[in-house]
């Protein structure tokens, strides 16, 4: 070989290595470049070549085995290894708790509007009938998931599952079970010679049914909650455009004559117009009945507000008096 062919073959691989020296990195399955970590010099057929070429490159982020700045370190090898996040026992309670948390929030909501429906009306109970409108039956019990055991050598949360009063609406849906109250009215017209209440004459009004329930416990949420539940007012509407509220539940009639001609100590009501004008000749009576039950915890208490109302048929008329001679 000459000396100027040696000299331009010298040229050729010193052009070459530069080029390959500073030629971009591929890209990665990331979208990222990298820098390379290690090489080899591949030779060409005629000798007149030299190329260098990589086979482990790095991402930006990371030192390599020599060392260097972390924004140069590798993140990744030439198979793009990525590392899946598995969830610690603790993030799995956390998540588990925050799905109990909604059931339990929709819960709530569903027996909230159904207090609203019985207190516009919406929803009545008859007597010996069924649940007119929507929602109106108590909501389905929320559907929690347990707390899985902790891994060997881990200790369980020590903290109870739900807060106060989310265990006091589970113990709800679990322990307590609140009736809509009957319409009292007495004396009892249905009795009566003339199958009719009369007007001008005065009734006592009260709601049938138990007036208080409680105590009851549960432990189903990781604590102890005792509920205890009181009707505390009862509002009757009377069908003629006019409502009374009691109270309490009203005094019941005591049911003999002492009673006859006297009012009501509590709660009462006089017609002053018959029910011909209504449709099927009845006035239809509501009772809405205000439960407030009580929830009581280790860490907390409160109330919680339960509406429900049902409704009877009232024939009112008039006694006509007849003088003969």
Not at 40 to 66: F, I, Y
Request: with cysteine; proline share 8%.
């Amino acid at each position: 070989m000459t000396l100027r062919r040696l000299a331009a073959a010298a040229l050729t691989v010193s052009a070459v290595w530069a080029i390959s020296l500073h030629q971009s990195a591929p890209a990665l399955a990331d979208g990222n470049r990298g820098r390379c970590l290690h090489s080899h010099r591949h030779l060409g057929r005629n000798a007149t070549t030299v190329t260098l070429v990589c086979d482990k490159w790095a991402t930006a982020g990371q030192p390599d085995s020599a060392g260097g700045s972390p924004e140069d370190s590798p993140k990744t090898s030439s198979n793009n290894t990525r590392r899946v996040h598995a969830p610690t026992y603790a993030e799995r309670v956390a998540k588990i708790k925050e799905k109990n948390k909604q059931a339990i929030d929709a819960y709530k909501a569903a027996l909230a509007q159904r207090s609203d429906h019985y207190r516009t009306g919406e929803c009545v109970f008859t007597a010996g009938g069924p649940f007119t409108g929507q929602n109106c039956a108590m909501p389905s019990k929320p559907n929690l998931i347990n707390i899985p055991d902790p891994p060997k050598g881990s200790h369980r949360p020590t903290q109870p599952t739900l807060p106060p009063e989310e265990a006091a609406y589970l113990a709800i849906a679990t322990k307590l079970r609140i009736n809509a109250s009957g319409v009292g009215i007495g004396p009892n017209p249905d009795t009566s010679r003339w199958k009719m209440a009369v007007v001008g004459h005065s009734y006592w009004l009260w709601a049938t049914g138990p007036t208080h329930l409680g105590p009851v416990s549960d432990s189903a949420s990781g604590r102890t909650v005792t509920l205890n539940a009181t009707l505390t007012k009862v509002t009757f509407d009377m069908g003629d455009g006019h409502t009374v509220t009691c109270h309490g539940a009203g005094t019941p009639y005591p049911g003999d004559k002492k009673g006859l001609h006297t009012k009501s100590p509590t709660c009462g009501y006089t017609y002053q117009q018959t029910s011909t004008h209504q449709p099927g000749g009845t006035y239809p009576v509501r009772a809405t009945t205000y439960w407030n039950v009580a929830y009581t915890a280790p860490d907390g208490s409160g109330n919680i507000p339960i509406v429900l109302s049902s409704q009877r048929h009232l024939k009112v008329g008039e006694l006509e008096t007849v003088i003969t001679h």
